[in-house]
């Protein structure tokens, strides 16, 4: 599959935007690699090779060719490949929800980490998922380091995630409007505007198919938080798309370490 393409897709396991990015080639049927990478230890990688001083993820690379940025992926896969999900009649339309969607992916992720980081452990499982012996015992000593840093650079704090939460509360109300007119977002097929809406809003809508999003612990722990809008129709649009629409999550990957299964550490009540 992946001589086809070279496509290598960084991502971290929790990232909602890798997520977007990861479900569009899936859909699409473009072969690719996926590069888990640890928390933390993504940063300098990515900053070299994405030549934007910026560390995130997703980042995708082709030989000496390497994209970073979720939109700019979207728009480099675009230019190559006849996006099913991307027809030129409705791209306008189409990149205009994905931005809408893009623009609150950092208050949902700010919104999940203040209770997460609560339970240290389950967020260090999570982190260490795909990690060598040596990155996980890394992430394990410099966690408590790690930690404030994170809170200060995604402004995890009462008053940022009040924001937040106002902010993820606008799109929810905006998608219980819009998807009354039709299932899918833009026409009468599925789209990105469809995928980028459902990833960015998955780790709120908990869908059993993503295995992390989907996990008993993420799911007490952490999208506890977002129990205001479980019963949401948004969000419930979000585990229909999942269940209609994604397919196996990390398929490309192989075997998958298990995640916190082997973590006795971590109680699950409470
Ligand atoms: N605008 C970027 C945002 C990506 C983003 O915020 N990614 C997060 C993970 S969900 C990340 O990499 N955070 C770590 C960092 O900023 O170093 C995109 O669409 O790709």
Redesign the pocket.
Known sequence: MTEQTGLVLYT?N?????EKIRWLLDYEGIAYREAPLT?AL??LP?LIKGRLW?????LLQQGSVCV????R?VNWLARRYALRTLPPESDIEILAIQKRF?AI??AV?RFLYLPGFAHGELIRAIWTQFSSPWEARFIQLAYPLIKPVFSL?LDINEKHVAIAEQAIDLEIRWLEQRILSGRYLVGNRFSLADIAAAALLAPLACPVQHPIYGHPLFREKMAIAAGKWEHSPALQWVRDLYASHRGVVWQSMGEVPALLDAQPGIPSGG
Request: hydrophobic content about 30%; charged content about 15%.
């Open positions: 971290i929790m990232s909602h935007y890798s928390p993504h940063a990515m910026q560390t995130t993820v997703p970073q940025d979720s939109p992926i893009d992916g950092k992720a650079k």
